[in-house]
């Protein structure tokens, strides 16, 4: 099979077209011939920082953990999928998982789902990481009905989805952007959006929480940006993170009294542990999206296998306006 590989890790480093094995199917497993992979933001950290991530895969490597594809072949036992059904999922591209830059991929059914019917492959290989991120994100913060929800970072791959999520759970959403596009985004989300460059944190908790804060708060940006979400934060709110690679007095938290939630949703994959809570998320994600309440954001650009390092660059240029996709 036809696959792009990386065969060193750093700042420079490019990625090489291979013919390597196609793979088989065993149990538990299935193998995808895979139609789309979207690039995430931890795929570019393992291409730039390798052997300093404890994730990164053995050189050399296919990377790519999100995809959309047909079931090619099943293991044994496996009942809920069949040869034909289109799936989609985030199952490789790390570790020792073969990622989805390649025609064939071996997937753990743990990790898969049906694709949504209502969105094509290209929307599907857009979801997987950063849905699961989000909606797993908002139920540990314990979104309900009626609650105000500030997203931070709303325009970006997770944030998007977040956004969309929590107004479907019925909340009253505010999100955080800093360009004129962004906001016009956010605003077709039917959420509001607060220029952060230009409205100061106690300024918009006072205009839309009248000073209470915001009783639930998913911050995508991390960093210095958490004292931010603190800031903003109502007494005894719920944090999301998922960027909390920081250290970071936490006094401001303990008297509001808030609660923090990291979100590392590589761990089912990484440890093994907990897989088949992706598989339900998914599965949950693709009844919301057929139900018209949920679509990714996908940059105008359009890549293949032969152009898998421009894909990587436009995603930390900065310059992508939702999710970057390959097509394989």
């Known amino acids: 099979m036809k696959a792009t590989t990386i065969t060193s890790y750093g700042e420079t480093a ?31 950290m393992i291409r730039s920082m390798g052997a300093d991530l ?19 072949a099943v293991g044994e036992d496996v009942t809920a999928f069949a040869v034909g059904d289109e799936v989609y999922g985030c199952a490789g591209g790390l570790a020792d998982l073969q ?88 605003k077709g989300y039917g959420a509001t959006p607060i220029n952060y460059t230009s409205e100061k944190i106690a300024d918009y908790v006072v205009k839309y929480t009248d000073s209470v804060g915001f009783d639930l708060i998913f911050d995508t940006v991390g960093g210095a940006n958490m004292t ?12 999301a993170s998922t960027v909390s690679l920081l250290e970071i007095d936490l006094s401001p938290a303990h008297f509001k009294g808030l609660s923090l939630h990291i979100v590392f949703m590589l761990l089912p994959m990484l440890s093994g542990q907990g897989r088949a809570k992706h598989g339900e998320i998914l599965a949950k994600l693709a009844e919301i999206v057929d139900a ?37």
Do not use: C, W
Not at 293 to 315: I, M, Q, S
């Open 14 to 44: 490019t990625f090489e077209i291979a013919e390597l094995p196609k793979p088989t199917p065993t149990a538990g497993h299935v193998v995808v011939r895979i139609a789309a992979s979207s690039v995430n933001t931890v795929d570019t």
């Open 54 to 72: 404890p994730l990164s895969p053995a050189l050399p490597a296919v990377l790519g953990m999100d995809f959309a594809g047909v079931v090619e």
């Open 99 to 186: 990622g989805a830059l390649a025609e064939f991929m071996l997937a753990d059914v743990q990790l898969i789902a049906h694709k949504p019917k209502s969105i094509s492959m290209r929307e599907a290989a857009a979801m997987p990481l950063v849905g699961i991120t989000a909606l797993e994100g908002l139920e540990r913060a314990g979104i309900t009905e009626g609650q105000k929800v500030l997203v931070q970072g709303g325009a970006g791959g997770v944030g998007h989805l977040v956004v969309q999520l929590a107004k479907y759970f019925g909340a009253e959403v505010y999100a955080t952007v800093s360009k004129d596009q962004q906001i016009e985004i956010i």
């Open 228 to 239: 931010n979400s603190f800031e903003a934060a109502a007494l005894n709110a719920n944090i």
């Open 292 to 328: 018209g309440a949920l679509k990714p954001l996908l940059d105008e650009a359009v890549f293949d296998l032969d152009h898998v390092g421009e894909a990587y660059d436009r995603l930390t240029s900065g310059k992508a306006i939702g999710k970057v996709v390959i097509d394989v």
